[in-house]
């Protein structure tokens, strides 16, 4: 299972332990990842993703996930989210 952010695509950095002698070797530094369930009142549809726990404090800042896909720019977003954030647009515009 690979760790990557559904909502926002973040994945692992790469860095270098470096050691007392100064010897570099590569490392991952990997995400912090928590499975969630998340609730869209708009669509009526519940979404168990996984998602990194900066991304569910911006959530909570944003007041949910509604509010944080019509705020957030389709490049910072995967394209599972876009998909997401479609349906809800969609869903919010007046019919012609």
């Keep these: 299972m690979s760790k990557v952010c559904f909502l926002t695509g973040k994945r692992f950095m790469t860095?270098?332990?470096?050691?007392?002698?100064?010897?570099?070797?590569?490392?991952?530094?990997?995400?912090?990842?928590?499975s969630v369930t998340l609730n869209s009142t708009t669509l009526g549809e519940r979404f168990k993703v996984k998602i990194?726990?900066?991304?569910?404090?911006?959530?909570?800042?944003l007041g949910g996930l509604e509010r944080f896909l019509?705020?957030?720019?389709?490049?910072?977003?995967?394209?599972?989210a876009i998909k997401i954030k479609n349906k809800l647009s969609k869903k919010l515009s007046p019919n012609k």
């Design 52 to 61: 990194a726990a900066s991304t569910m404090r911006t959530l909570n800042k």
């Design 70 to 80: 019509l705020a957030s720019d389709n490049s910072k977003l995967s394209n599972e």
């Design 15 to 34: 860095g270098n332990n470096v050691s007392h002698a100064n010897n570099k070797t590569k490392r991952r530094f990997n995400i912090n990842i928590h």
